[in-house]
T-cell receptor, first 114, second 112 residues
Framework: ELKVEQNPLFLSMQEGKNYTIYCNYSTTSDRLYWYRQDPGKSLESLFV?????AVKQEGRLMASLDTKARLSTLHITAAVHDLSATYFCAVDTNSGGSNYKLTFGKGTLLTVNP | DVKVTQSSRYLVKRTGEKVFLECVQDMDHENMFWYRQDPGLGLRLIYFSYDVKMKEKGDIPEGYSVSREKKERFSLILESASTNQTSMYLC???????????FGSGTRLTVV
């Protein structure tokens, strides 16, 4: 059974600081996703990481993937209050033929304080 | 703009009621999914479907069933709602292969 573990589950940061969220998964995967969720809202796709060594950046967020270590990181640079949200990683696994399904981590609740 | 539409944003139902949560996608996607989201537990897969009239159990199917009579519509059914099914329910769809997922806006169900 695939397990996806995120840490930390809660993260309180000061504005301007840097931090990293980690996502470990227990089996081989074809892709890894990062999502953002604001309170009461649905999921917003941030990054899709497709191969070993993939790195993607958008604004103050940078995601990377190491498939050999089964580890993805989401790095936050110079945090601002607007980044406060819950961040999920999710692992895409093949369930037969061309069919895939997503398994999520428990999420990291990020609070950025002034 | 592509969409996954969940028919209700908020629902309040009584214990023992039969509850239908509807999801419609306009992207001609083959695959559709129902997730449940609870604080501290993330999103957990209830059921999914890769084709019309086909369904597969996810990680937590107990107490739920699904129906997919048309490609664009995937319904989640709570045969006899219980208070422990109070949760946020998210529907998603995807095309064949690894091309990403689109999520609906969610239905917050409260069972009293």
């Amino acid at each position: 059974e695939l397990k996806v573990e995120q840490n930390p589950l809660f993260l309180s940061m000061q504005e301007g600081k840097n931090y990293t969220i980690y996502c470990n998964y227990s089996t081989t995967s074809d892709r890894l996703y990062w999502y953002r969720q604001d309170p009461g809202k649905s999921l917003e796709s941030l990054f899709v990481l497709l191969s070993n060594g993939a790195v993607k950046q958008e604004g103050r967020l940078m995601a990377s993937l190491d498939t050999k270590a089964r580890l993805s990181t989401l790095h936050i640079t110079a945090a601002v209050h607007d980044l406060s949200a819950t961040y999920f990683c999710a692992v895409d696994t093949n369930s037969g033929g061309s069919n895939y399904k997503l398994t999520f981590g428990k999420g990291t609740l990020l609070t950025v304080n002034p | 703009d592509v969409k996954v539409t969940q028919s209700s944003r908020y629902l309040v139902k009584r214990t023992g009621e039969k509850v239908f949560l509807e999801c419609v996608q306009d992207m001609d996607h083959e695959n559709m999914f129902w997730y449940r989201q609870d604080p501290g537990l993330g999103l957990r897969l209830i059921y999914f479907s890769y084709d019309v009239k086909m369904k597969e159990k996810g990680d937590i199917p107990e107490g739920y069933s699904v129906s997919r009579e048309k490609k664009e519509r995937f319904s989640l059914i709570l045969e006899s709602a219980s208070t422990n099914q109070t949760s946020m329910y998210l529907c998603a769809s995807s095309s064949l292969g690894p091309y990403g997922y689109t999520f609906g806006s969610g239905t917050r169900l409260t069972v009293v």
